[in-house]
């Protein structure tokens, strides 16, 4: 039988009833781990959060403070796809799929961090530097500080640097300028860690069209 989940009248989209999907509705928007961010170090985030697992659930907790979100249609009553592991081909870790449009997403995507790679945990440390340093930091430092090579750092700083343009979420929130897109250097000061990933978060990708112009401008 078909019935509407909760008779909510913005439910665009019927699905079939099922008990544990209900329940998984009302522990995905319960389970935010605790974080303080005025407590955090960088000894300490490289410590607690190395582990991805605890980085995606950090990254959750920034983006979906009350539970995770649809990013095509922006509906909140999702499933959390468990993966098993006694499966041939089991799901990767940190899928959702919405109740209403039936697509499947995971934290990153409909971000700029949806083609990266890189562990979540190098993201966070970076943008950790960035907000503690009293000076501007080039690529060059956080290739040394991260110890990645210099190619993956400079992919991060191009990111970095994009979503600080003055009409981006973290630019507004930085108060950067034109020139924040030409310099070499990334400054930070003053934004508060917790602050500065979430309105990184809510960069949009970049389209190959958008990352061929910001390189000929760099």
């Known amino acids: 039988m078909v019935v509407p989940v909760g008779d909510r009248p913005e439910l665009r989209n019927y699905i079939f009833y099922n008990p544990k999907a209900v329940r998984q509705f009302e522990d995905t928007k319960n389970k935010i781990p605790e974080f303080d961010a005025e407590e955090l170090t960088l000894v300490e985030l490289a410590q607690e959060y190395a582990d991805e697992d605890k980085a995606r659930a950090l990254l959750e907790s920034l983006l979906w403070p009350n539970g995770p979100i649809c990013p095509r249609c922006h509906f909140d009553e999702v499933y959390k796809i468990t993966p098993r592991p006694d499966s041939k081909s089991p799901n990767r870790k940190g899928v959702y799929k919405c109740a209403a449009c039936r697509q499947y997403f995971t934290v990153t995507v409909g971000t700029i961090l949806e083609d990266s790679h890189l562990p979540i945990s190098r993201w966070l440390m970076a943008f950790f530097i960035l907000c503690a340093s009293k000076k501007s930091v080039s690529a060059h430092q956080l290739h040394r500080l991260l110890g990645s090579t ?63 112009k910001q390189q000929k401008k760099n």
Do not use: C
């Open 150 to 212: 210099y190619k993956t750092v400079w992919f991060m700083a191009h990111r970095i640097r994009y979503s600080m343009g003055p009409t981006m979420p973290l630019g507004k929130l930085a108060g950067s300028n034109e020139n924040a897109l030409k310099s070499k250097r990334l400054s930070l000061r003053g934004v508060k860690f917790e602050d500065a990933v979430r309105a990184f978060m809510q960069t949009p990708p970049l389209t190959s069209k958008k990352v061929k």
